[in-house]
């Protein structure tokens, strides 16, 4: 699998960790939207797109986002979790990776990609830019 087209989109306020949204397209078939670019305390790393967790309120069924006092239907106080689930690699989180790589060879492949299409983004090179100004893989 190749990864075809790379567009970065930056975020204003260099200041966050939020760096930047990337779009990915595989082989110009497949393509993953909001793959993000997050300054971390080792330095830059990609994570997946996700989605935050729900549960049902035991009175009316509604499903609530989790750590929710409330139901958002029926204003049931929810009961307390105290037990946080797990995710894929052990840790506790309230988020689930709508896609994500399923080997660490892949993961690593996908992140030098991104992370050098969102280098090549800031500092301006003149690489080759899609019709919306952000980089392609094909210059990476």
């Known amino acids: 699998m190749e990864i075809t087209e790379i567009r970065v989109f930056l975020k204003e306020g260099q200041d966050k960790k939020l760096k930047a949204y990337t779009t990915v397209t595989f082989d110009n078939a497949f393509v993953v939207r909001n793959i993000k670019v997050i300054q971390g305390s080792n330095g830059l790393f990609i994570a997946m797109p996700s989605r935050k967790m729900k ?3 035991p009175k009316c069924g509604f499903k609530n986002e989790k750590g929710s006092k409330f139901c958002n239907h029926c204003a049931f106080a929810l009961p307390v979790v105290s037990v946080v689930p797990v ?6 989180s309230d988020h689930r990776d709508i ?3 399923i080997t660490q060879q892949f993961r690593e492949y996908l992140q030098k990609k991104v992370l050098g299409a969102y280098k090549a983004e800031t500092e301006g090179q003149g690489q080759k830019t899609t019709p919306h100004g952000s980089a392609s893989a094909e210059n990476l």
């Open 99 to 101: 896609a994500h790589p």
């Open 87 to 92: 995710d894929e690699t052990g840790e506790h």
């Open 55 to 57: 549960s049902p309120c």
